[in-house]
């Protein structure tokens, strides 16, 4: 009995314990803690500590408030600034040298080029004795100066004679002979002036044709500095629609001087663009179009039949007053193959003869004046914007035969 009292006050111990320990680790829990307190809006923003990463502000459109006093008492209105645009200046118009006197101005550069034939010609014709074999040689010289065959006959004939009858010749007297007989053959009563003052009417019509390669279109443009440089207004008319870029080429040398450039699209119709060019050109009043035409190979029929299609668009507002066709002076004799076709289709009324100072052929003057029966009136020196030049023909003998 006694036994079993032990045991049940024992159990009671031990529950006691138990119920204490349970207790106690309620008592040493945390509490958890406090709620954040609410952010003060009237503090000013903390700024980030080194190390902490800031957010860069985004771009956005600046504001401006401006304060407008309404009647009602409303905020203020919130404008926003318009974006600034840079403007491109447009491009300086330039001033083109005058023309007076431009090709005596080149001469030096032209003599450079070109004397060669008139010092072998002086070379030849100062022997003690012409025999044949001189004359003879003197006849390869022009022939190979392009002066072509016809010309070459005549020119060693009216020399002969004349050294026949001067017997002794001084160097002096053998150049003011030469220059005499070149000026003949060249030809000093031509009118060559480029007519682009039509009696009663306005504006004068420049059409320019040439094959590829001979710098029809850069002639072009000279020929508008050329004009502008004269004290005329010009319309510049983008014709050549086949070669790319060539209406751009076109438009940045009327840029450089004040003219106008009317162009098309690229493939479009030429004679759509040339009648274009005249009308405007009509409606400012301008003194000269001059129209561009595409580089035709003369060999290719449809395209010299499109180039009379122009002309006669052209012509429903007004006659053409001058035809250029630009020769390229390296090419000698071959040019005057082109210079045949060109002619049939429309009527050529001047030569543009270009690169002159790059060939000692200068003989193709005569050669193809003599071929067409119309006058050389515009000759190319260089690459220079300024170096398209009227055509003196007392310059250029003076520049073939040298001081």
Request: hydrophobic fraction near 40%; charge should be negative; aromatic fraction near 2%.
């Amino acid at each position: 009995m006694e036994t079993i009292i032990l045991a049940v006050v024992i159990a009671v111990v031990v529950l006691g314990a138990l119920g204490g320990l349970v207790v106690g680790s309620r008592r040493r829990r945390p509490l958890p803690p406090p709620p954040p307190s609410p952010p003060d809006i009237t503090a000013p923003p903390a700024e980030p500590h080194v190390g902490e990463e800031a957010e860069t502000p985004r771009e956005e459109t600046r504001r401006t408030i401006e304060e407008v006093d309404l009647p009602d008492g409303s905020s203020p209105v919130v404008v926003e600034e318009p974006p600034v645009v840079e403007e491109i200046p447009a491009p300086a118009i330039e001033v083109p040298e005058p023309t007076a006197g431009r090709l005596v101005r080149l001469r030096a550069r032209l003599s450079r080029s070109q004397n060669a034939l008139g010092k072998g010609l002086l070379t030849l014709l100062s022997r003690e004795h012409l025999d044949e074999e001189t004359w003879e040689e003197i006849e390869d010289t022009l022939l190979t100066a392009d002066v072509g065959v016809q010309p070459t006959q005549e020119l060693v004939e009216r020399l002969r004679e004349r050294v026949r009858v001067l017997g002794t010749r001084t160097p002096a007297e053998l150049r003011t002979l030469l220059r005499e007989e070149l000026l003949t053959l060249v030809g000093t009563d031509v009118d060559r002036t480029v007519r682009t003052e039509p009696d009663g009417r306005k504006p004068g019509i420049v059409m320019v044709v040439g094959v590829n390669g001979t710098g029809k279109t850069t002639t072009t443009g000279k020929l508008a500095r050329v004009l502008v440089a004269d004290g005329r207004t010009v319309v510049l008319g983008a014709a050549d629609t086949f070669r790319a870029a060539a209406a751009d080429q076109l438009q940045t040398w009327g840029e450089r001087v004040g003219a106008h450039t009317v162009r098309g699209p690229e493939a479009g119709d030429p004679a759509s663009v040339a009648f274009d060019a005249v009308k405007e050109g009509k409606e400012m009043g301008v003194d000269v179009v001059l129209i561009d035409t595409a580089g035709r190979l003369h060999t290719k029929t449809g395209l010299m039949d499109e180039l009379g299609k122009v002309k006669r668009v052209v012509e429903k507002h007004a006659p053409l007053d001058e035809v250029l066709l630009v020769l390229d002076a390296t090419t000698g004799q071959n040019g005057l193959v082109q210079a045949r076709v060109f002619a049939e289709v429309v009527d050529i009324s001047g030569i543009v003869l270009t690169k002159l100072d790059g060939t000692a052929k200068g003989g193709i003057v005569i050669a193809v004046q003599r071929e067409l029966g119309v006058p050389v009136k515009l000759i190319g020196l260089g690459e220079g914007a300024d170096d398209l030049a009227p055509f003196e023909p007392e310059a250029f003998v003076d520049a073939l035969i040298g001081d």
